[in-house]
């Protein structure tokens, strides 16, 4: 598969991992952190809602911790390997299908909707779970209708060979080697 652009050098290379990880900080916050962080935050009265019974609130809890781990692991492997960042202004230089990327396509929806579905079992929230509905649906839509072509015209055969192998939505469970 094809690692880099081969007009990058190894020092060039080098000298964009920090701007690509402050880069990545920054979409942090401003994507995920609002998606999954500001809007449930005011949407639920800013954490004023009685919290669940134990059993969904700790399940809830688990959801949210795995989904924060998840983000940060792809936000990190968006920087590190590929060089740039989750933001659309500011793509990647190499097509990123390692780490948890090597189970599923879209790692950082499926752990936002995780953060969100697991906030709304904290505090047994039917608008946070039609919240994470309609974010689910919106996701969707983006990944079908831009993420997935521009990937394609940016990476082309080596993109089609991992999309034919990695499923978008559901984790497979044992990893994906490559072609």
């Known amino acids: 598969m094809r690692n880099f652009r081969p007009e990058r050098s190894i020092g060039v290379q080098a000298s964009r991992k920090p701007s690509a990880i402050l880069g990545s900080a920054i979409f942090f916050i401003t994507a995920p952190g609002v998606v999954a962080g500001l809007v449930p935050w005011l949407a639920s009265g800013r954490y004023g809602l009685p919290v669940a019974s134990w059993p969904l609130a700790i399940l809830g809890a688990a959801l949210v911790a795995v989904g924060l781990g998840v983000v940060l692991h792809a936000f990190a492997r968006f920087a590190l390997e590929g060089l740039g960042t989750p933001a659309p202004i500011a793509p990647t230089d190499r097509l990123v299908v390692g780490g948890v990327y090597r ?77």
């Open 103 to 179: 189970h599923v396509r879209n790692p950082m929806y499926v752990a936002v909707l995780s953060i969100i579905l697991g906030q709304a079992l904290i505090f047994a929230s039917w608008q946070l779970a039609a919240y994470a509905v309609i974010m689910g649906a919106v996701m969707a839509t983006f990944v079908r209708i831009y993420e997935e072509p521009v990937l394609l015209r940016q990476y082309g055969a080596d993109y089609e060979a991992y999309r034919q192998n990695v499923p978008g939505w559901l984790p497979r469970l044992t990893p994906w080697r490559g072609a």
